[in-house]
């Protein structure tokens, strides 16, 4: 266990010499399996503090131990040198941790200066005062340097400034370790900066803060520190300017690293002459995703790499009829289409997997085998049940073929794990034989064993002749499996690239940078 | 980022900005506006249709006076529907502490003992529905039907007909008027307003109306927050129950009886006005003040119907017809905005 | 035996079968069967005959719950279909041909069907929340019924149309077997096809279902059509067993005992698994137990008192907190549970 003394940071006077939060020895079991065991965790004042790992490696249930969500079994917690117990969120609040949920835990209903204040609001005569509530919200936006009108409701704003808001009302009440959950995942480019600009506000001010988050380029910039869990234990804490990202990556994945097949790509030279399956022009759903063009060929692979808010999703459900196109064309082997509805688009063979696999995938309280089946039973119609024989025969080949653990075809499919779920989810969609299927997001909160099974599943697939669309946020990922990359930038394609002449580092530039057509042109 | 939603200095003065600034601060008023508008246009519709003899200060007194059981009883369900629940049981409850006042004053117990005892009554049912709601995590929807049930039936426990009553106080709060230039209000009328004015004040002013408002917009947010959920939702129905019970002492007083039969459906009226008002079935928004406008419209088109010496059925209908279109406009404004989003 | 009490008929048919017992004890003759002309006799059949409008209507509410949604309004289409059947048949100077009762009944399942079709547009096509759809017409249904009957009762003399509930066929009632034949159709529709599973799969989750290609829209429209012409069916039943359309009375509460059928049975609120055989129990079990307190010579006026207490029994055995209450006090096995805070991927 490498475990260093606090360094001596850039800001000044900051005392670094003393954790702020230390965990010592914390245990928290489920039954009988603990799902943080002996763990030992730290944060300075004045730090960003990034906490990595894979699924299943204990993270979220170490965060719940913080902030008292869940009790320690073993293990002491101290704030400040003094022992803290907490029974309740309510109770880590009032010692000065508070979190910012990845879904707002706001009211959306009442303005933005009752959000920050309600449960402490300033009374006159025994009645809520709203005057000088507004003066007391506007005076912690402003030391956060944020232009937020604090009498609007707080619905009425961005999720980027609800979040902003969430951190005001966490200030607002004697902050000294604040805890952001995935903060960055549904915002884009600028609104991340700003949130980073009020971070490093936030160290300034001595606060100590634990940011959670899988963009590995994100914690490489504003985090100080990190500590990584594997399976429930401590691996190490590191500070990230010592840490190189391939180790970073070697410490969480341990010994589970995979092999992972390269795919026998077709030459370039060979897409030109077929004719496409599913060609789209100037596909528009305002404001997401606009003017956007693609081919996709049989038994080829288009990835679809982009930041969140660039319009990946919305492009693959445009397409696939879920959601409506607002202008556009589509032609499916030469016959233009009107996609209203995903059962129109399955109709010509193409599926669309959701990346939200728990509300728009997942069938919770039926069974594994039900699940499976839906497809194909909603194909066939109301009238023309599939014989119950049939449809276990086949539940079963694509548990097998799949590997899809427990191999338990009555169990609610809502019990099993999220790389399970998935694995559900594509045997669903590949037992209707589609032509082209779209998987956004299928590696998503899944460990790392299952993602390479299933990146290896979408190779196979190809080589078989399916054509896919494969949509990451994981920019390696997206370059190992396709032929060819559509790279998005705020709603439009800016280019088209072949994923065996190119590097994550070009794409990112593509990505990252605001539009200038020469410099794009001399990129590529 | 700071720019991204705000508009830069130089354009905070245009009408665009202060439409949107507007719109942000009050988007949530929207429907009570339409509701009142509504008023007007029945208030004006009416006035010209009836030649002139529709709004006068009589009419508009009566307007008061014949609905302020559905007043108070829309003020309660206020409470309820904004945390995002519903209570079915009002009217029975409308019903079985109107029979059981009746029955008290006729077996000589004295108005002072025998009103506060109904209204615990009507507390009680309320604190059933909100113990089943809140601890045992049962729909409200079936917890206050549980109510209803339990009402209806003790109604007719209570007596199987109708029990007149002669107590002098009671009939003192329906009968005596007091009147300025042909105006008038009587006690019951006051009470009613009363109940208003206090339930918007509560609404507005005191961390229990804000944390009705909060549980509404997120029942675990507001948890989060440290407010006290429990102890807020068990009293929104025990408030919707006295509200209840006091339309029983009003709707007794004003028709000179009681009688087990009262209130069917009349609960439906409460939930119709509160949506026509602006309130959302959701949960989260709207207006005791809205609620008394969608008393107004209800009372409204029933004395023009009443005018028109048509069917007494037709004001429901109506009624279902308005609500109708005011659940479609809700919905198309939802729509539009989730497509944009 | 485990798997026995696990089943989720095991706690209703148990109930049912306990009240039975106790009416049994409490009057023998309650299992009494006489056989007149060809026709059976007795409490039993009586409770068969009576609980006819209210099988009917529980049946339509299961599917309409199945689908996540609700339906106020069956009450108001009874009401609605009964003045249509009876001013059809009062009109005509026949009131008791065959032909004149076939149009008058044509006539009120197709108002049925319409009403029903309505309420599924509003909740499928427009995505009214279906308390709020049905509200509309349950609020305005009965103003519609009364302005058909010109505000009056409407009474009629007609065999042919009063068989319907009075009855006999085969040796039970006419208006049992009646429902009995629809709820086996309806039952075996939804099983036998892939109706039953797909509406499971709606209820549960509709968007899943509509990116699997699942006609959501069909279904759930489908289910409310279904709702309101059984609906229509159960206001026959009603207007024929009192030879008169009272559109005030008909259904009066009526989708509240549905309800509650529907949640005796074992079927969710909140939708996706249903069982149409838990809420044939269900009916029953009300049917039994509101001859129960009729024998026990409480008004039927004061009944809604004994089944607030069945609605808060049922609730409770239900609610998931009072298993952990329970699991709590009595210490109970030791269970593997843990709490729902424990998502998989930790």
Sequence with gaps: MVVEPGPRLDNGDVDQARPLLELTGATVRFGADAAIDSVDFRMFPGEVHSLMGENGAGKSTLIKAITGVLPLNEGVLTLDGEELRLSNPVDAQRAGISTVYQEIELLPNVSVAENIALGREPRRLGMIDAKEMRRQASRVLHELGLDIDPASLLGSHSVAVQQLVAIARAISADLRVLVLDEPTSSLDVDEVAELFRVIRELKQRGVAILFVSHFLDQVYEICDRVTVLRDGKLVGEYLTRELLRIDLVHKMLGHKEAELKERNRPAASDIEDAEPLLSARGVTHAPRIRDANIDIYEGRVLGVAGLLGSGRTELARAVTGVDHLHTGVIVVSGAQQDFTSPRKALNKGIAYSSENRRTEGIVAELSVLENIVLAVQADRGIWHRMPPARQRELAQSWVEALGIRPADLDRPAGTLSGGNQQKVLLARLLALAPRLLVLDEPTRGIDIGAKVEIQNLVSELADNGLSVIFISAELEEVLRVSDRVAVLRDGRIVDTLDAADTTVDAVLALVARPSSDEEDEALT | MTTLDTASVGQTNTLAYKYHAFMSRRASLMPTFAAIAILVLLFVGAEIFLRGDFITPRNISALLLDNAPLLVLAVGMTFVIITAGIDLSVGSVMAFTGIWLAKLLGDGVSAAIAIPLVLVGGALVGMLIGVLVQYFDVQPFIASLAGLFLARGLAYVVSLSSIKVENDAVLWLQSTRWSAGGWYITPTGIIALLVVVIGAFVMHFTRFGRTIYAIGGNEQSARLMGLNIARTKVAVYVISGVCAGLAGLLLTAYSGAGYPRNGIGTELDAIAAVVIGGTLLTGGRGYVLGSMVGVFVFGAINTVINFMGAEQSWTRIIVGLLLLLFIVVQRAIVARAERRG | ?346
Excluded at chain 3, 259 to 276: D, Q, R, Y
Excluded at chain 3, 280 to 291: A, D
Excluded at chain 3, 323 to 328: L, N, P, S, T, V
């Design chain 3, 1 to 346: 035996m485990r798997t026995i009490v696990k089943h989720r008929l095991f706690w209703p048919a148990t109930a049912l079968i306990a009240l039975i017992v106790i009416n049994t004890i409490a009057r023998p003759r309650f299992v009494k069967i006489t056989i007149r002309d060809g026709e059976l006799y007795g409490a039993l059949i009586d409770i068969l005959r009576q609980s006819a409008p209210l099988m009917l209507v529980s049946l339509g509410m299961t599917i309409v719950i199945a689908t996540r949604g609700i339906d106020l309004s069956v009450g108001a289409i009874m009401a609605m279909s009964g003045a249509v059947a009876l001013q059809i048949i009062a009109g005509s100077d026949q009131p008791d041909n065959l032909g004149v009762v076939a149009v008058a009944v044509g006539a009120a399942i197709l108002v049925s069907l319409l009403l029903g079709a309505w309420n599924g547009f509003l909740v499928s096509v427009l995505g009214i929340q279906p308390i709020i759809a049905t509200l509309v017409l349950m609020l305005a249904g009965r103003g519609v019924a009364l302005l058909i009957t010109d505000g009056k009762i409407t009474t009629v003399n007609s065999d042919p149309f009063e068989f319907i509930a009075t009855g006999y066929l085969l040796l039970f009632p006419f208006a049992f077997l009646l429902a009995m034949a629809l709820v086996a159709i309806v039952g075996s529709v939804e099983r036998r096809s892939a109706l039953g599973v797909l509406t499971e799969a709606v209820g549960i989750n509709p968007e899943a279902s509509r990116l699997a290609g699942v006609r959501s829209r069909g279904i759930i429209w489908g289910a409310y059509i279904v709702s309101g012409i059984l609906a229509g069916v159960a206001g026959l039943i009603y207007s024929a067993n009192i030879k008169a359309a009272d559109a005030n009375a008909a259904g009066q509460l009526i989708e509240l005992y549905a309800i509650l059928a529907v949640v005796l049975g074992g079927t969710s609120l909140m939708g996706g698994k249903f069982s149409i055989a838990g809420t044939v129990i269900g009916v029953l079990f009300i049917q039994t137990l509101e001859s129960t307190i009729l024998f026990l010579g409480v008004p039927s006026a004061q009944s809604p008192v004994f089944f607030a207490i069945v609605v808060v029994v049922v609730v409770l055995i239900q609610s998931s907190q009072l298993h952990k209450w329970a699991r709590r006090v009595f210490g109970g096995r030791r269970s593997t549970e843990t709490s729902s805070d424990v998502e998989v991927a930790a």
